[in-house]
């Protein structure tokens, strides 16, 4: 059973064009969901970490929300240089160990 | 800055090789990880090591084996390798409390 989804796999838009990402998830216990970016060949950069629902983090044209069951990444006015493979994961508190478990990821292509 | 380095960006070695993928951090976290990313796939755990000398199996350690000898060097290493271990390797490392993971750049490996 998957623990992290996201949604869509792949979104293509113009540039301007706002829009959002899903990540839904499903633990016992949440210690903590994190949003990351990785461009191709290369390794995830961290964007932000949501502990509780309500909260919310902003990084020039992103915006992180989490609710209960997920959590969303609005991207505002995007540019190209926004393209990229954005990840969700999520800290389970009784997963054992202390990894992460990571969605597959949304991938965005932003136009000229 | 905060940084992982990994040994090598790109490997390629033979079946029934014994590899070593080397990743550094000098953050002084507690905390490191192996994981490998495929296509449709995701991030999937091979190991982490909450500390010198200790380890944890992630969800697939078939085939793999670790050691972390020194608190900032953590090594991955393929007993013999096999064409299905073709893939991006990821190392990460996180403080005791885990917030964040950062990332290395990736090893790209290729068995032939």
């Known amino acids: 059973e998957d623990q992290v989804t996201q949604s869509p796999e792949a979104l293509r838009l113009q540039e301007g064009e706002s829009s959002s990402l899903n990540c839904s998830y499903t633990?016992?216990?949440?210690?903590?969901l994190f949003w990351y970016r990785q461009d191709p060949g290369k390794g995830p950069e961290f964007l932000f970490t949501?502990?509780?629902a309500g909260e919310e983090k902003e990084k020039e044209r992103l915006k992180a929300t989490l609710t209960k069951k997920e959590s969303f990444l609005h991207i505002t006015a995007p540019k190209p240089e926004d393209s990229a493979t954005y990840l969700c994961?999520?800290?389970?508190?009784?997963?054992?160990?202390?990894?992460?478990?990571f969605g597959k990821g949304t991938t965005l292509s932003v136009s000229s | 800055d905060v940084k992982v380095t990994q040994s090598s960006r790109y490997l390629v070695k033979r079946t029934g090789e014994k590899v070593f993928l080397e990743c550094v951090q000098d953050?002084?976290?507690?905390?490191m990880f192996w994981y490998r990313q495929d296509p449709g796939l995701g991030l999937r755990l091979i190991y982490f090591?909450?500390?010198?000398?200790?380890?944890e199996k992630g969800d697939i350690p078939e085939g793999y084996s670790v050691s972390r000898e020194k608190k900032e060097r953590f090594s991955l290493i393929l007993e013999s390798a096999s064409t299905n271990q073709t893939s991006m390797y990821l190392c990460?490392?996180?403080?005791?409390?885990?917030?964040?993971?950062?990332f290395g750049q990736g090893t790209r490996l290729t068995v032939v």
């Open positions: 953050m002084d976290h507690e905390n």
């Open positions: 633990v016992s216990g949440l210690r903590g």
């Open positions: 949501l502990y509780s």
């Open positions: 990460a490392s996180s403080s005791k409390q885990v917030t964040e993971a950062f």
């Open positions: 090591s909450y500390d010198v000398k200790m380890k």
């Open positions: 994961a999520v800290r389970d508190f009784n997963q054992a160990g202390t990894a992460l478990i």
